[in-house]
């Protein structure tokens, strides 16, 4: 699987951003899907997971009911809806494929493919 992230940038405080990730490759509906992100000097963390196709969606406590996770099977896409971003959502944010059920995705070593990330910066 190929995953390729689009939709960063710099946003003030209280805004909002979409991001995309388009996979190619192995039968995108097989595999669960994550975000995760890795600010300057932390360890890449959990953000929000989406099982396989017609699954259950899981966030991170520190976004849960401002970000949405999303996927479309039919364009092998996944998407990541931030509202009511803060500067500490500030981070390098990547999109994950894997074989993983429950509370194992929310671990990135449970994913087997990762995308190059894209940048967001939300300013104060």
């Known amino acids: 699987v190929q995953l390729v992230e689009s939709g960063g940038g710099l946003v003030q405080a209280g805004g909002s951003l979409r991001l995309s990730c388009a996979a190619s490759?192995?039968?995108?509906?097989?595999?669960?899907m994550g975000w995760f992100r890795q600010a300057p000097g932390k360890e890449r963390e959990f953000v929000a997971t989406h099982a396989w196709s017609g699954g259950p969606t899981y966030y991170a406590d520190s976004v849960k009911g401002r970000f949405t996770i999303s996927r479309d099977n039919a364009k092998n896409t996944l998407y990541l809806q931030m509202n009511s971003l803060k500067p500490e959502d500030t981070a390098v944010y990547y999109c994950?494929?894997?074989?993983?059920?429950?509370?194992?995705?929310?671990?990135?070593?449970?994913?087997?493919?990762w995308g190059q990330g894209t940048q967001v910066t939300v300013s104060s």
């Open positions: 994950a494929a894997g074989r993983c059920s429950g509370s194992r995705c929310y671990d990135y070593s449970s994913y087997d493919y």
């Open positions: 490759g192995r039968t995108f509906r097989n595999y669960a």
